[in-house]
């Protein structure tokens, strides 16, 4: 089972970012998947999840800045980050089947 996250970097206040998740060794499809964040000093947190029907959950103030996807046919999972803020640098992980992903480092600064 793996986890490999991709997308990340570093950007401006008020830019975007996708970030992209690649799945392999289950059948990612029956799982919901989830995107967690954690910040220097600060406990790891829900961003958002998805079920495989596609129903999706975001963590507090997220919503309407952050959108969560899911291609089953591919085995990947999306995040597109707008409006960004300098509180949402953080390491970014990709979660499903009770299995981590490594992370990726975003970064908002001016």
């Known amino acids: 089972v793996q986890l490999q996250a991709s997308g990340g970097g570093l950007v401006q206040p008020g830019g975007s970012l996708r970030l992209s998740c690649a799945a392999s060794?289950?059948?990612?499809?029956?799982?919901?998947m989830g995107w967690y964040r954690q910040a220097p000093g600060k406990q790891r947190e829900l961003v958002a999840t998805?079920?495989?029907?596609?129903?999706?959950d975001y963590g507090d103030s997220l919503t309407g800045r952050f959108t969560i996807s899911r291609d089953n046919d591919k085995n990947t999972l999306a995040l597109q980050m707008n409006s960004l803020k300098p509180d949402d640098t953080a390491v970014y992980y990709c979660?499903?089947?009770?299995?981590w992903g490594k992370g990726t480092q975003v970064t908002v600064s001016s």
């Open positions: 979660h499903g089947r009770g299995v």
């Open positions: 060794g289950f059948i990612f499809k029956i799982y919901t």
């Open positions: 998805i079920t495989p029907q596609g129903s999706t």
